[in-house]
């Protein structure tokens, strides 16, 4: 039987597979522990996404990682040489080269590798001794699960896009081929995703890149205030007294739709230099032409033979089939928006069965479903398990 079971080899699944085994090396020596994912290899949709959209720097900065010792990258950047260049701003944001490379290091020193396996988890129960895993490699059996599942299958489509599987409109979370997108191109979203993918796409073609935004830019340096990076307001917002009140200080507390001050810049410098067209106005239809998509605006109209949506995810643990039987079949608590019902200084959703990611919100607060949440999830869960074996 294994220890530990992880469901998602993303950033924080493997955070936290990282986290117990550099607490116990013996459970990947063992092979006690078990990492299990959809793609093929850790952090796949991670890269596929960074690579889509051309991300140079993280958002986050260099002191979150995978790694439990806050300046393993620094330490790491150091003895490979990277220099000041793959690093950005005070908070010394790294470069996605050197992120790739330190997430790498990380796999292969805590000996992840060997303990990662391509499946897909489709039912999940309680049994004797733990739990029983059904995936469509073979049933797996452990003491402990992770649920770390994040929300790349979730996309949220606007209502306009063709229901038709055009190739041609997509949302970057799917996998459709990126390498070729036809020109001219519209990118709708004005988050970072949307604006590092329409800056990409402007550099390799000039002048045939629309941004379409429906509010003005809003910049901030992090996706949520830097307090919540720490303890000061984690705690506040455990203290809250009611779920519904917690969820109100969540969403007040994410910063959702911004881009940093660099980005910023970028658009601005791209817009004058008449590489990029930023149109503020929201997207009312699309009709197929010729050989473009007519995209009618509130005020215009424009041609695009590609059309790429960065318009978010609209996950709920509900639309997850996986997450839906689990919590009809064990009775797992929920809060009255449907996630889990956490206690205030727990990511224990039952004896056993533990959650990261979005699932953590309650517990972690509004940067639950970021690379500083998955660090915070992976020490409270190692936490949580080590003092239930002594």
Known sequence: MLEWLIIGAGIHGCTTAAHLAYADP???RDKKLLLID???????????????????YLRSPGVHHLHPDARDLFRFAKRNDYDLNHFSGTSRKPSVPLFRRHCAKVLDEMNLMPCFEQASAFHIDRCADGWRIETDQGIFFTRQVVLAT??????????????????????????????????????????????????????????????AIRHPLRVWEYDSAPEWMGGKYKQLCRRVSTFSERRNVISRARRTGSITKNLYRQVRREQNLGHLEVKQEAVQSVAPGTANWLIHGEKTTWEARAILCATGDQYHPSRSPLLARLIDSCRLPLTPCGYPALASHSLAWAEGLYVSGPLADFAIGPTARNISGARTAAACIQQEARHVFI
């Open 26 to 28: 013996s459970l990947t």
């Open 38 to 56: 959809s793609e093929a290899k850790p952090l796949s949709a991670w890269d596929r996404l960074t690579e889509r959209v051309g991300m140079k």
């Open 150 to 211: 994040g929300t790349k299958e979730h996309c949220q489509l606007p209502s306009w896009l063709p229901s038709n599987g055009d190739q041609r409109a997509f949302h970057l979370h799917q996998k459709q081929e990126f390498s070729s997108v036809a020109h001219p191109a519209t990118v709708i979203g004005g988050g970072m995703s949307g604006v590092q993918t329409a800056l990409e796409l402007g550099r390799r073609y000039p002048s045939q890149v629309t941004l």
